[in-house]
T-cell receptor
Framework: NAGVTQTPKFRILKIGQSMTLQCTQD?????MYWYRQDPGMGLKLIYY???????DKGEVPNGYNVSRSTTEDFPLRLELAAPSQTSVYFC????????????FGPGTRLTVT | AQSVTQLDSHVSVSEGTPVLLRCNYS??????LFWYVQHPNKGLQLLLK??????LVKGINGFEAEFKKSETSFHLTKPSAHMSDAAEYFC????????????FGTGTRLKVLA
């Protein structure tokens, strides 16, 4: 299994541009998450999904959108990028039935200038 | 409401000496607790987890943690530090099994001195 994969690894955006961060998992996990990690801080939940077609907001959803059309994919969309969205973004997944631990992707480092 | 506090933002130890990373939690229910490690420019990797079974939990790479309900603590220990242990460590609490509610501590950066 590849686990949780994220693309791209790095990206620089100009203010006002848009982009989609891709996340795919091949473990048939029903739960998927997007977090952001700012320097010196823990991870903050942006959005999560409990299954295909179902998404909900986390702690810091403003400026982001998600979709979950398949079990495997959970893309995160940034509209009108702002410097405050400069961060490292992690995608994670877990299975409700096979343990509670989350599996994390390697992260996407995004800079908005 | 659940919360988690990592008491030290930075810890330095000499190679071969014990490691102690402290974590206190607050939870209204029986919590599940996790420790993750993050090496530079990498994702988070699970070290160990407590989910209401044995209170002393053994993880990978010689780490272990003890769940102490009376002290609301879940400290991470290792008898002998190795240079490769230098990383950021996160304590995570979830008090509703199988839901999205995972709360992350702010992390402890472990430095291992030669």
């Amino acid at each position: 299994n590849a686990g949780v994969t994220q693309t791209p690894k790095f990206r620089i955006l100009k203010i006002g541009q848009s982009m989609t961060l891709q996340c795919t998992q091949d473990m048939n996990h029903n739960y998927m998450y997007w977090y952001r990690q700012d320097p010196g801080m823990g991870l903050k939940l942006i959005y999560y999904s409990v299954g295909a077609g179902i998404t909900d907001k986390g702690e810091v959803p403003n400026g982001y959108n998600v979709s979950r059309s398949t079990t495997e994919d959970f893309p995160l969309r940034l509209e009108l990028a702002a410097p405050s969205q400069t961060s490292v973004y992690f995608c994670a997944s877990h299975s409700r039935d096979r343990g509670l631990e989350q599996y994390f992707g390697p992260g996407t480092r995004l800079t908005v200038t | 409401a659940q919360s988690v506090t990592q008491l030290d933002s930075h810890v330095s130890v000499s190679e071969g000496t014990p490691v102690l990373l402290r974590c206190n939690y607050s939870s209204s229910y029986s919590p599940s607790l996790f420790w993750y490690v993050q090496h530079p420019n990498k994702g988070l990797q699970l070290l160990l987890k407590y989910t209401s079974a044995a209170t002393l939990v053994k993880g990978i790479n010689g780490f272990e943690a003890e769940f102490k309900k009376s002290e609301t603590s879940f400290h991470l220990t290792k008898p002998s530090a190795h240079m490769s242990d230098a990383a950021e460590y996160f304590c995570v609490v979830s008090d509703q099994a199988g839901t999205y509610k995972y709360i992350f501590g702010t992390g402890t950066r472990l430095k291992v001195l030669a």
